[in-house]
């Protein structure tokens, strides 16, 4: 029988990649697409030997052809940290709306399902704690993540209205902070940030006083939530993270220890907007997927030090490898 041939948009980024992994591991056809503006090729390079993956260098808020079949969409095109998307705040926006809407509407030509990968930012900073696929969300819309925010829940929307009035078969995942190797050291999200300030040597720096707190979940165990949501027939929201929560601060004693740093703790002024505690309810993910995260943070650090660590050293000193110039529309 021919594979099932799956799109990955946001395929060389760091949960794609992962996907793509994990999709070839099944036996699938795997396009992955990717604008390169935050993916990265090293992410998929051992894949392009496979007879089974193609990469296509596109911009999926432009119009989006595949030649053949498709029968598995997973949208996952997005700057997806907080620097990201005040470098590239207009691309931020038209990737969640014109991308998703360009592949809502490849989706239906090609009678494909499709999972959009929603974050739990549409919680904003939330009044509700832990986040429930119900709670409505506390969101600035015109604050420095409102770009990021409102892409998404409009993204949500859209994905919606698809499903309704058209009768596509969707899928939507809230993600919330994730972790893991091919993660970019250098793209301002918190770990990333503290094992490379480790590795350089100098201070930890936690932003506000470090009681805000985050829920961080490894790689394997968001990839293995997101295939099973794929395969189940719930077309309704669903939040896919690790409850273990954790404060900010207790985080960098952590990161101390694994990495054994004598660099202190430094502290600087604290964003605007950033959410003072987020923590999934994960009952629906155990309920309707039998999902619930099994790699314990101490196991997925150790990994994940050990990737970035390995990295060759000139990486660590790049301020960003990614360089948006040109870009910025
Ligand atoms: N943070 C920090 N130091 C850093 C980078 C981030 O204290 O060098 C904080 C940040 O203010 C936030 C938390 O760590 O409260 C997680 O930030 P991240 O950018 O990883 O993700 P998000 O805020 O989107 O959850």
């Given at each position: 029988?021919?594979?099932?041939?799956?799109?990955?948009?946001?395929?060389?980024?760091?949960?794609?990649?992962?996907?793509?992994?994990?999709?070839?591991?099944?036996?699938?056809?795997?396009?992955?697409?990717?604008?390169?503006?935050?993916?990265?090729?090293?992410?998929?390079?051992?894949?392009?030997?496979?007879?089974?993956?193609?990469?296509?260098?596109?911009?999926?808020?432009?119009?989006?052809?595949?030649?053949?079949?498709?029968?598995?969409?997973?949208?996952?095109?997005?700057?997806?940290?907080?620097?990201?998307?005040?470098?590239?705040?207009?691309?931020?926006?038209?990737?969640?709306?014109?991308?998703?809407?360009?592949?809502?509407?490849?989706?239906?030509?090609?009678?494909?399902?499709?999972?959009?990968?929603?974050?739990?930012?549409?919680?904003?900073?939330?009044?509700?704690?832990?986040?429930?696929?119900?709670?409505?969300?506390?969101?600035?819309?015109?604050?420095?993540?409102?770009?990021?925010?409102?892409?998404?829940?409009?993204?949500?929307?859209?994905?919606?209205?698809?499903?309704?009035?058209?009768?596509?078969?969707?899928?939507?995942?809230?993600?919330?902070?994730?972790?893991?190797?091919?993660?970019?050291l250098n793209d301002g999200r918190v770990l990333p940030a503290f094992i490379?300030?480790?590795?350089?040597?100098?201070?930890?720096?936690?932003?506000?006083?470090?009681?805000?707190?985050?829920?961080?979940?490894?790689?394997?165990?968001?990839?293995?939530?997101?295939?099973?949501?794929?395969?189940?027939?719930?077309?309704?929201?669903?939040?896919?993270?690790?409850?273990?929560?954790?404060?900010?601060?207790?985080?960098?004693?952590?990161?101390?220890?694994?990495?054994?740093?004598?660099?202190?703790?430094?502290?600087?002024?604290?964003?605007?907007?950033?959410?003072?505690?987020?923590?999934?309810?994960?009952?629906?993910?155990?309920?309707?997927?039998?999902?619930?995260?099994?790699?314990?943070?101490?196991?997925?650090?150790?990994?994940?030090?050990?990737?970035?660590?390995?990295?060759?050293?000139?990486?660590?000193?790049?301020?960003?490898?990614?360089?948006?110039?040109?870009?910025?529309?």
């Open positions: 029988m021919a594979k099932k041939r799956v799109l990955i948009t946001g395929g060389a980024g760091f949960l794609g990649s992962h996907l793509c992994d994990r999709f070839i591991k099944e036996g699938y056809f795997v396009i992955a697409m990717d604008n390169l503006i935050t993916g990265d090729l090293r992410n998929i390079e051992h894949l392009f030997k496979h007879p089974d993956f193609e990469f296509y260098h596109h911009d999926v808020s432009k119009f989006v052809h595949v030649p053949g079949e498709l029968h598995y969409i997973l949208h996952f095109a997005s700057p997806a940290s907080p620097i990201d998307y005040l470098k590239i705040p207009i691309q931020t926006l038209k990737v969640g709306s014109l991308g998703t809407h360009n592949l809502l509407g490849l989706a239906r030509v090609k009678n494909a399902r499709i999972i959009i990968a929603s974050t739990s930012e549409v919680y904003g900073d939330p009044t509700v704690h832990p986040q429930t696929e119900e709670y409505y969300g506390n969101v600035n819309t015109v604050g420095p993540r409102g770009v990021y925010d409102e892409a998404k829940r409009f993204q949500e929307a859209i994905t919606m209205a698809y499903h309704t009035f058209h009768g596509l078969e969707t899928r939507i995942v809230r993600i919330f902070n994730t972790y893991g190797p091919r993660m970019r490379g300030q480790a590795l350089r040597g100098e201070d930890l720096t936690i932003f506000g006083d470090g009681s805000q707190t985050r829920s961080f979940c490894y790689v394997d165990d968001l990839v293995e939530g997101i295939y099973r949501l794929l395969l189940s027939d719930y077309a309704l929201p669903v939040n896919i993270g690790n409850p273990s929560e954790i404060t900010i601060k207790d985080f960098a004693e952590e990161i101390i220890k694994l990495t054994g740093t004598t660099q202190k703790i430094v502290y600087k002024d604290l964003p605007k907007d950033d959410p003072k505690q987020r923590q999934p309810d994960i009952t629906k993910a155990k309920a309707i997927l039998g999902w619930e995260p099994k790699v314990s943070r101490a196991e997925g650090l150790r990994i994940t030090y050990d990737y970035f660590k390995a990295l060759p050293r000139e990486v660590l000193y790049q301020r960003d490898h990614k360089s948006f110039d040109g870009y910025i529309k």
